[in-house]
């Protein structure tokens, strides 16, 4: 143990603790804007030095060790003027109109400046400002960039994309799309971790609220909504909302006071993509058909982008089944339309997702019988539909539970955890054994794919009839590339590959509520775990309203007119 003095507090601590760790400890907030734990630990913005006694310098306190005997000041007068220079000198280069920002209140920079009192910024503006077409689900705003290197890092470490790097020296260093590239041509694969660690306003998703209020304003149209399993665990967060209160339920009436005609639950269409996937895994499966292994799950958009540009010699082994969003778009265009005798130009299919690559993900075009367009219309992230609960000045606290509407009323347990790592495997898994067998398993019977692995992938084997099924579940697309390389160079062997492109799936989607420098994934998955062990029902294939849509329209899983409206025709 290492003992030291900070603020006048004697304490020990482990060798190799930062100084900023040792003072957390006690209760010592020091502030900062660059650090990220694990990821960006560089000490580039000097926001969070610290005075040491007879040290001239000031050192910063996220990577620097303590020493035996160090005694640390914190907030010293020193420490405070070198502070709020560094923010005044930060706020020159940076376009502060907090009024029409998107972060504004959920502001890293913000809440320092506010925290030291800077009320004015004594230093001449010199701010960067780049072009970048706002048309694109992800927006960079260079004027609002301080330069941290959070989105290079999250990006490099956690995403191994390299999309974005540092140019220029001095005063003109600045962050832009690395090689000179242009966004679109990059290969990001939208997946908006640079979003969700980014400080500031400088990246945020293409905000498409106005585009619901024109479909709103059109009395001809009608607005059919769909909510994703892992929007339920999160929305809440940034509307002061607990867990508990932030039901899916409240989400549907928020959604009907702002003018939505129907709203539908995705997790419906979780459980339908589970019937047309695990039905196309067990005809792999049991066909031994060696050429397509792994089958790769397909409803990750991220994934999808990724494998296209990064493995596309591996991307017919994605699953052929659209994803849940797609699936629901189709079906609301068609069986929907026709059951409620409405023209399907008249629909405007919107959905929220708690993702910024499904803004992308419904470019794709649908079409069938006089029908060409799109399955969905809108997409809106979380944190949209909260400013849009926000703009139409809906007390969160006074929404009620409101039951999504017929006919897709039903999701059940296994379609909520598709939010969740694993989740999309486990609820697959439940159906293949129930097709192969003809008997359901224990619910939990696959419950050791929950959670992200350490060690960068999860991988089990599961007896079902006296056959062995090799799954994997990876998220996070540094661990997908670590996976896709073991796969190629033939190191492991698996029947069935579950990937989301984001670190815990989609509850720790980049269209997700933002906390400073705190990953929610873990908690907001364990919350759809939660809603699933207590759901009525379990199974994809106990759907009642999945049966029916089956009897009704597609005749069973896999049929002709599944393949036509629920699978990727390429
Ligand atoms: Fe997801 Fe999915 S789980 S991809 O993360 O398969 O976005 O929530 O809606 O489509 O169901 C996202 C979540 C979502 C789809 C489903
Ligand atoms: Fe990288 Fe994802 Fe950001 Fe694209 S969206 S730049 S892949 S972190």
Partial sequence: MVNITIDNHTIAVPAGTTIMEAAASIHIPIPKLCYLKDINEIGACRVCVVEIEGQDHLVTSCNNVVEEGMTIYTNSPKVRRNRKHTVEMILSQHDAQCATCVRSGNCTLQTIANDLNVVESPYKKEICVEEWDTRYPLVRDASKCVKCMRCIQVCDKIQGMHIWDVSGTGARTTVGVSGNRDIK?????????????????????????????RALEDKDTIVVAQIA????????????????????????????????????????????????????????????????YPMFTSCCPGWVRFIKSQYPQMANRLSSAKSPQEMFGAV???????????????????????????????EKPLFHGEFAGHGVDLVLTTRELDRLIRADHIDPKTLKDSAFDAPFTEGTGAGVIFGATGGVMEAALRSAYYLITG???????????????????????????????????????QNTRNLMEAIRKREVHYHFVEVMACPGGCVGGGGQPIHEGKEMASDRGSNLYFLDKTSQLRFSHENPDIKHLYDEYFGSPGSHKAHQLLHVQE
């Fill in 185 to 213: 041509t990059a290969d990001c694969a939208l997946c908006g971790q640079c979003i969700t660690h980014c400080p500031t306003g400088a990246l945020r998703e293409r905000d498409d609220t106005e585009k619901l209020y």
């Fill in 229 to 292: 399993p892992a929007v339920r665990t999160a929305w809440g967060e940034s509307l002061g909302l607990s867990r508990e209160e932030a039901t899916v339920e409240k989400i549907v009436d928020a959604l009907r006071k702002i003018g939505v005609d129907y709203v539908f639950d995705t997790t419906f269409s979780a459980d339908l993509t589970i019937m047309e996937e695990g039905t196309e895994f067990v005809e792999r499966f049991t066909k031994g058909d060696l050429d397509l």
């Fill in 332 to 362: 609301m265009k068609t069986v929907f339309a026709k059951k409620m005798d409405i023209d399907p130009d008249r629909i405007f299919a919107l959905s929220i997702m708690p993702c910024l690559a499904k803004k992308d993900e419904r």
């Fill in 439 to 477: 008997k359901n398993p224990e619910a939990d019977a696959f419950k050791e794919i929950r959670g992200v692995n350490k060690n960068g992938w999860t991988e089990a084997k599961f007896d079902i009839a006296g056959n062995t099924v090799e799954i994997a579940v990876v998220s996070g697309l």
